[in-house]
């Protein structure tokens, strides 16, 4: 595989992250001056839960604390993280040495939060998630050595 296709795919599922986190950000934002609690109750009532045990009653409690200003504050965060999900993508995309750099940065900093995740309850999501970002922080680190011996492709 050349480099750039392989930057290219770090690149869409970059902006497909940015994407999922921005449509759920704007799902928050929808949520801005209506009943979050009524609407957490139709969900668990929806989804047949029984509202007294452990998951749904959190959720509930969550459900309860949340006010307007608080999912503003929700929703801008999911934005600001989808912006730096599509700049790092258009900079894998456009083949940047910024974007490779930043993609390594950003990937290492979550691998000890999911060195973490794996060791408390080891599963094959974990070890999945683990192994994907160590493989793209590995791969731009490859990517960026290859462009500074002068070797692209």
């Known amino acids: ?5 392989g930057l290219r795919a770090v690149a869409m599922l970059e902006a ?8 759920a950000g704007l799902g928050l934002f929808s949520l801005i001056h209506h009943n979050v609690q009524e609407l957490a109750e139709a969900l668990v009532r929806h989804a047949h839960l029984n509202p007294a045990s452990h998951r749904p009653r959190i959720f509930l409690e969550l459900a309860a604390k949340i006010d307007d200003a608080r999912l503003l504050q929700l929703a801008a965060g999911a934005g600001a993280y989808a912006l730096v999900r599509f700049i790092e993508a258009y900079g894998l995309w456009r083949e940047r040495p910024w974007g490779e750099w930043f993609a390594a940065a950003s990937g290492a900093v979550y691998l000890p ?6 060791f408390k309850r080891p599963n094959w ?17 490859y990517s960026l050595h290859r462009k500074r011996s002068g070797r692209k492709q």
Not at 16 to 23: D, H, M, S, T
């Open 113 to 118: 939060f999911e060195l973490n995740e794996l």
């Open 125 to 141: 999501l974990a070890a999945s998630m683990l192994a994907l970002n160590l493989a793209i922080v590995l791969f731009m680190l």
């Open 1 to 5: 595989m050349q480099l750039s296709n």
């Open 16 to 23: 497909a992250k940015g994407a999922v986190v921005l449509l």
